[in-house]
């Protein structure tokens, strides 16, 4: 089944569904891994943004994907169906979603300790609209339910997941906090620790972008693709008629060259001069491009100070060939995702046939293995493992494998070092 034809079957099963439908079940209706269902529904939202008369988005929910109606048009679909939910909810309510959401599982005995009130009462009107649920029990005496919130509840205020809610206030982590038996009056209250950088390194075509993608969703942790920027920077030379590897026409590009990085919707939109390159850059021309133009220390230079700047600002996963060697030195978590030339080749193949590319194995091998030379040859920040990083051999293992080796050695990277945060750590417990 080609690319097309499967992007054009998930949109129908998305439309015909209407709710969210788990990645598990589309992956068994298309016959394909979840990691491609991942990559197709990723595709489907971009498409949808790129298109200014769609009114249409596709939300990403706790390993679940649903289409759903843009926000702009909301007064349209209101003014025709009426308002979904004509009952506001009231403070309370929001109160009680609040803590479930921020402590989930949570009990109604532990809803009761923060608000200090009874929410039964409140908890019964919440389970009935949808936005909350019982998943379980605790084996102590009258087995009192664990609540969390629902799929529902993550559509309704645009959500992936509850890692993607904002910080609370500072009073109620307080006592959130306290209540999951941490001490508020730790040192770090008083100086917020810095942001976590997570750097995944390894040469092309390892699957270092699916394993990224993969551990943002888990850990709530926004992933910048850096090769993507020097991807744009290559195509916006070739476009413009310059030679990538010309040092001088290159600085004197980038001296008149503005670009953003997006990461508002968690898809990352790499903008050149205002322009999405998206959907340009996956070409072997762009990744040609982006392996000389990524030798110039002026280009460097200018990726990588926007890469530091974004990450004094937020926690990063970001994945490239020199992340944990020269961007960032000290991130405290870096692995080294690799694979056999053979392995990668075949793999970069099938993106090429997805997007409708023409070119044959050998080709694509033979390539691979000339930027594999360059990378590693280049004077500035050669590709090469970091004497901290960990070495990951993705050939036989699927992008899931990855993700769980890398899961673990980060949870016990946070038990030793305790000045970086994490979105969990800023929302409260969600495991």
């Known amino acids: 089944m080609s690319y097309s034809e499967l992007m054009a079957k998930l949109e129908a099963l998305l439309f015909a569904a209407g709710d969210a439908v788990p990645l598990r079940e589309l992956a068994s209706a298309l016959s394909i891994g979840e990691d491609e269902v991942i990559l197709l529904t990723e595709q489907l939202q971009r498409r949808y943004q790129r298109d200014p008369l769609s009114g249409l988005m596709v939300l990403n929910v706790e390993g679940a994907a649903a289409i759903a109606t843009a926000p702009g048009c909301q007064s349209a679909v209101e003014s025709y169906y009426g308002r979904v939910r004509d009952q506001k909810l009231s403070d309370a309510a929001y109160e009680t979603l609040a803590v479930i959401a921020y402590n989930a599982p949570a009990t109604r005995a532990e809803i009761e300790q ?42 309704d205020f645009g959500l992936r997941s509850t890692r993607d809610l904002p910080a609370v206030d500072l009073m109620m982590y307080d ?27 390894g040469p092309s075509g390892a699957g270092k ?20 920027m020097y991807r744009a920077l290559g195509y916006k030379a070739l476009r413009t008629g310059l030679e990538p590897s010309d040092a001088e026409a290159i600085r004197t590009m980038l001296a008149e060259t503005d670009m953003t990085i997006d990461l508002s919707d968690r898809v990352q939109k790499t903008l050149v001069d205002g322009e999405d390159m998206t959907p340009y850059i996956r070409t072997p021309e762009a990744s040609r491009a982006a392996s000389d133009i990524s030798t110039l220390p002026v280009c460097r230079d200018y990726c990588v100070r926007i890469q530091r700047e974004l990450a004094t600002r937020q926690a990063l996963i970001l994945e490239g060939r020199d992340i944990g060697t020269y961007v960032f030195p000290d991130a405290p978590v870096k692995f080294f995702v690799t694979a056999s030339p053979e392995v990668r080749a075949a793999r970069r193949m099938k993106d090429l046939e997805k997007a409708g590319v023409t070119t044959t194995l050998e080709e694509v091998l033979r390539e691979m293995e000339e930027r594999d030379r360059q990378d590693a040859g280049r004077k500035l920040a050669p590709t090469k493992r970091a004497d901290d990083a960990i070495q990951i051999d993705s050939g036989e293992m699927s992008a899931f494998e990855v993700v769980d080796i890398m899961i673990d050695v980060i949870r016990q990277k946070e038990k030793e070092q305790q000045t970086y945060r994490t979105p969990q750590e800023n929302a409260g417990p969600h495991e």
């Open 114 to 155: 923060v608000r200090g009130v009874n929410s039964d009462s409140v908890v019964q009107r919440l389970i009935e609209r949808g936005l909350v649920r019982e998943v379980g029990a605790l084996d102590l005496p009258g087995r009192p339910a664990l609540l969390d919130v629902t799929e529902q509840f993550l559509m």
């Open 175 to 201: 006592t959130v906090t306290e209540f999951a038996g941490k001490n508020p009056k730790e040192p770090e209250r008083k100086a917020p620790p810095k942001p976590l950088v997570i750097a995944i390194d």
């Open 209 to 228: 972008s699916t394993v990224a993608r993969l551990l943002s969703e888990h850990l709530g942790i926004l992933c910048l693709d850096t090769g993507a």
